[in-house]
């Protein structure tokens, strides 16, 4: 195979594009269909100051890289979530880029900052380890990057994520987590924007390009991670897209486009606790939090 | 396993409901899924005048076979499509059906009324044969309705047919096919009303029903059916629903309960030709008639 661009040996094969790309113009061509999709849908621009949410994994480290390319001012912020070795490596992972690269990042480490880890949060709770990480994150990010006064947060959900998170949404029909599904949420009180540029970048491509580009990282899947049903989801559309490559993105950009699901937001009030938007008394974070901390 | 209801031996397992029937047992289950159906939806009740579209095939014997157990007046239609050995076939199955149960049948056939077969208009339109098939159905079952006076047409359509279709529909935002995608559709100028009964029941539950109850059907699939999409999406749902039974009951019984693809009706004008609904000039079986029967 051949590179689309200069016909040189190809080293990555992209079969929904129908064509293959060479080590410089495949980070080209990734680099590209994320600024593509910052333009598409008014994400920011080169004035905003931006914070992404880092793991230490391929998507957020292989999206800050194209940020960092592209001439953005982003600055990165890592919550240490506390699993063991997995969330001491993930960081060094991230120290290691961000020295290469002389950029800024705050980390925030839960048991520090809020009293808990997620192994505990877990425990403590009824929620699976994914879902007691998913608040904590959403939560600690939002307050992160509205202490920081930043213009956006960046998070880096790759296709693959966010075509596997829809079809979780459409088969269960719910409308309030469709209707919430936006590539771009914009700024409420006491909400940060928050954006996806990755969405048109599939989950191997992000990690082609890490690899193709030199970044090194943690490449173990978080070890509470069984029977997480995005993933099991993201298993279930690949065998799709192996038999019809490019039906994932077709199902993703048919939804942004159709957008029908404008159900009414929920309304809002201030939490007791912390004062952050909640739909009840005391929002899901502060709920967690307590029942983590009560031992 | 043992019969839920009388814990004699079972002769098929339901697992998706978590449960395991007798021959008799299994029986009335399936009866009472689709009673249930037919309550729920407001179908039709005992005083209307029924018509059921029959293949041959087990879905649309083993409805019609429910259907004159529960009490309801239906009659039947079939249209032999010209697809050789394959329809001659499936007439000679529903013939032996209909005697065995003294119920009445119109036969329509394709080339005598239409002056074309299935496979012609496959070859003269750039259709699939499912294309050509299920348009030239829709067509003539409808106006073999009306001709009749019947007050619904009743359609063999099972679970996961429509799961399958609206999977289908799904991944293609297909926001109008999703508005007309529904369990009843109501009659309107030219349209006779159309109801699908069988929505509850699985395709192997229609197959251990129509076995059980000594139903002989066509086994073999139509031979013009490869590389039909909702097959395709059939198997892939299959896969699903193996891992988590209940799914696909779950995703289309949802869909019903959200029905938030009310879009705009098209604007409907009567055909040139034939004078039913269309949103053209001439209507899409005019079109495909006049195309298969040029040579």
Redesign the interface.
Known sequence: MRCRVCTSRAAVEVRRHNAAFCRDHFIDHVVRQVERTIHEFDMFDHTDRLVIGVSGGKDSLALWDILHRLGYRCEGIYLDLGIDAYSTESGEYIERFVKERDLILRVVDLQDAYGFTIPQAAESTRRSPCSACGLSKRYILNEEALKGGYDALVMGHNLDDEAATLFSN????S?EYLARQKVVLPASDGLVKKVKPLVRVAERETAAYAVLSGIDYEVEECPMVAGNTVN?MKE?MA??EH?SPG?TQ??LG??Y??G??DAAPPVLRSCESCGRPTTGERCAFCRLQELATRS
Not at 170 to 173: A, D, P, Y
């Open positions: 459409v088969l269960n029909w409308v099991r279930w065998l799709l038999r039906v077709h199902f048919g939804f486009k159709v029908s699901f």
